[in-house]
């Protein structure tokens, strides 16, 4: 079991800039392979980011591609969801996942390959 706890979020003028941070505690290390989701009102919650174990592979939806990275510090048992140029399409509650993997170099896009999730951070881009 891993439990993860997001922080960072809040409210930011339209082409600002936030971190998200998620926190894992539990039986962590290295060995779970870790994803950010969104969900605005009224629609399904989506894929934003995910990242590998090791951190060498990322992939991005293509609304983010360009302004959002996601990166790790193992060391801290932490993932990073570094945000720029942020629009008012971004508001959202921000969801971190976590899903063992024993390979250093998967990840996982879709809501169902992951079993962990944390309660969710609050972003709100004004315009």
């Known amino acids: 079991q891993v439990q993860l706890v997001e922080s960072g979020g809040g409210l930011v003028q339209a082409g600002g800039s936030l971190r998200l941070s998620c926190a894992a505690s539990?039986?962590?290390?290295?060995?779970?392979?870790m994803g950010w989701f969104r969900q605005a009102p009224g629609k399904e919650r989506e894929f934003v980011a995910a990242?590998?174990?090791?951190?060498?592979?990322?992939d991005y939806a293509d609304s983010v591609n360009g302004r959002f990275t996601v990166s790790r510090d193992n060391a801290k048992n932490t993932v990073y969801l570094q945000m720029s140029s942020l629009k008012p399409e971004d508001t959202a509650v921000y969801y971190c996942a976590a899903q063992y993997t024993i390979s250093n170099t998967r990840y996982f896009v879709q809501l169902y390959q992951y079993d962990f999730w944390g309660q969710g951070t609050q972003v709100t881009v004004s315009s």
């Open positions: 539990g039986r962590t290390g290295n060995s779970y392979a």
């Open positions: 990242i590998s174990r090791s951190g060498d592979n990322a």
